[in-house]
């Protein structure tokens, strides 16, 4: 079975987006497809400019092809910005890196079309068997013309992934045929965790402090204009007596921030570790240095159903213990006092005492600790995952024309 997955995204880039594309076109191919990635050719930031080798980059086997599409692509000029202009600029890029698809197609058979871009598989449709699209949605689209573009994708489709349940009760309720839509959340590729340092191997390799409590937080701080609870993180680490907090991520300015905060509460700047943005190859190094990944997002409507954080998934795989906001979509994937900790969002308080109780309970630490890595690497892998979704969209490529289910 011949797979292409359209992206219109930055390989490699500093967003965990890319890393999800890259792990799963691994994860594709060893299931037995062939599979060629296309992605946008975009400018990168400079730390990435130099990076050739997407393969050794993140980390995974040189058994899918890679292809950038030439794109108009003039957004450096207006990084950051809302206004109309940078609209203009972002549909410009989105429709030319469309169009170079639609050529690269009128001379590429593929048996599945699969992307995460709605724009892009909206255009294909009309063109295109539709049974062999597969559309996998990490959110419900906002605002009348984002909905509308998801009602189109989602009626048309042959095959529906969602990171989530409640996404796919969302898009079901738009027009989704119940029986094209696969549940399937973010995981882990087993083998980048595997033969990880103990705790004190991968502390003195990074040059951590050896001695101390480490909670860590891992990934951007914030995601969509969003804020990812990051502060309230600071606020409760804070609390805590000997303990030390480590970030590893980015953007720098808002490390710097936290840092500042962090000072202002008159804890220890040595206590306060920030690796900056590192190569993928090696977050499970600094993720094996820690005692606790938390995820303290803040209740929103997207953090609450729709996100599937590999942050959570990887905090699992590598054997930290898991304190996370008690949402829906986390509640989906650990079990409070079994998996992890759920604390209600954005409640520093709360937060604080459940950091303290590991703390003080080490024993408590390292079952939650198992008992999330048994989970994660049982349940939550790629190579499952890319099972299940090529299973359903065989069946969608055999459905008799006309049928429903």
Sequence with gaps: ???????????????????????????????????????????????????????????????????????????????????????????????????????GLAFTRADLIYSRDEQTLLVLSLFKPRRRLVYEAHQRAQGRLGRWLQRQVVRRAGTIVTVTARLAVDLTALGADPGRVLVAHDGVRRARFAGLPDRAAARAALGWPPGSFIIGYVGQLRTMGMDKGAAALVEAAARLEGAALALVGGPAAAAEALRARWLALGRPADRFVYAGQVAPER?????????????????????????????????????????????PSLA???????????????????????????????????????NAQARALAAYTWDARARAILDRAAAALNRPTGTSG
Aim: proline share 7%; with cysteine.
């Design 332 to 370: 989906e994937v650990v079990e409070d006092g079994e998996t992890a900790l759920l604390t209600p969002p954005g409640d520093v308080a709360a937060l604080a005492a459940a950091l303290r109780r590991l703390q003080a309970d080490p024993a408590l630490t390292a079952r939650l600790a198992a």
């Design 283 to 327: 977050v499970p190094l600094h993720l094996a240095a820690l005692d606790v990944g938390v995820l303290p997002f803040p209740w929103t409507e997207h953090f609450a159903y729709y996100a599937s954080p590999l942050k959570l998934f990887e905090y699992m795989a590598a054997g930290c213990a898991v304190v996370a906001s008690d949402l």
């Design 1 to 103: 079975m011949k797979l292409l997955y359209l992206a219109n995204a930055r390989v490699p880039s500093e967003k965990a987006n890319a890393l999800q594309i890259v792990q799963n076109c691994e994860a594709f191919a060893e299931a037995g497809a062939e599979v060629t990635l296309w992605a946008a050719r975009r400018f990168n930031p400079p730390a990435l400019r130099g990076v050739r080798d997407v393969w050794a980059h993140y980390g995974v086997r040189r058994c899918f092809r890679l292809r950038r599409l030439p794109c108009l692509d003039l957004m450096p000029l207006v990084p950051g910005r809302s206004d109309w202009p940078a609209r203009l600029i972002f549909y410009l890029q989105y429709a030319t890196f469309i169009l170079s698809a639609l050529v």
